[in-house]
């Protein structure tokens, strides 16, 4: 069902399924609705994804088009499904800040140095879920998986504007931001502050942020790249 009608309804023609990274080893659930809407016979529209699994879902699109965040997803996809297969960047880099009030958040860094001058504040935003290369037991204690407490805002519509100025507001806050969160990496960069990209178990962060760097789309020169967090807390360790 999709809006409480079956994907075989005549009132819609084409399916257009959002960006992310729902296509990988570590979730079904996106596959199995686009099998449907295959099996459906309608033509579908794959968004900006990372896709490096679910061969089956990519051999059963007889029309449409698949975009792909990231050259390892492209040649995936293009070895398993006869439709168009293009690269495109995350769409989130297209979040125009001058929209909706988002340009007021970068100033929000200064302000809150001014009220609280001491020290560096540094956010360490890493997942606790199946794209974690580390056991929650290694993680840091103030440990906080933002996307995770941002979800709790709600996932209806009228909600996604409150979750984006919170998400954004609080990576703005902090002189500098760990993650191994593409999109908690990518929202501190719209903020232009520095940020530690630590990657994810499949390779995530690289293959997506790297283009997007290389074609000037966010600034290249705030983003630090770890293998793994104990590859960060090696560098950062006091001389």
């Not at 005549?10 to 296509?23: E, K």
């Not at 390892?72 to 929209?99: E, N």
Request: proline share 6%.
């Amino acid at each position: 069902m999709l809006n409480g009608r079956p994907l075989d309804s005549p009132s819609f023609d084409v399916l257009i399924y959002g960006g992310g990274g729902n296509l990988v080893p570590n979730y079904d659930g996106a596959a199995q609705f686009l099998k449907k809407a295959a099996a459906a016979g309608k033509p579908v529209v794959i968004l900006p994804h990372t896709i490096r699994s679910h061969p089956d879902l990519l051999g059963a699109l007889t029309s449409g088009i698949v975009f792909c965040r990231d050259r390892a997803s492209c040649d995936f996809a293009s070895s398993h499904t006869g439709i168009p297969v293009h690269f495109a960047a995350d769409m989130a880099t297209a979040v125009d800040m001058t929209q909706f009030g988002l340009n007021s958040i970068a100033p929000l860094r200064s302000a809150a140095r001014s009220a609280c001058p001491q020290g560096a504040y540094v956010l360490k935003a890493l997942r606790m879920d199946s794209e974690s290369q580390h056991q929650a037991s290694s993680l840091p204690p103030d440990n906080v998986d933002l996307s995770v407490v941002v979800d709790a805002v709600g996932s209806v519509k009228s909600s996604i504007l409150t979750q984006a100025s919170l998400f954004l507001s609080t990576l703005s806050l902090f002189d500098s931001v760990v993650s191994d969160r593409l999109h908690v990496v990518i929202g501190r960069l719209l903020t232009k502050g520095p940020v530690h990209a630590i990657e994810n178990n499949y390779g995530k962060l690289n293959a997506v942020l790297r283009p997007i760097l290389e074609r000037g789309l966010l600034p290249s020169d705030l983003v630090t790249f770890h293998s793994d967090y104990a590859g960060y807390l090696t560098a950062h360790q006091p001389a």
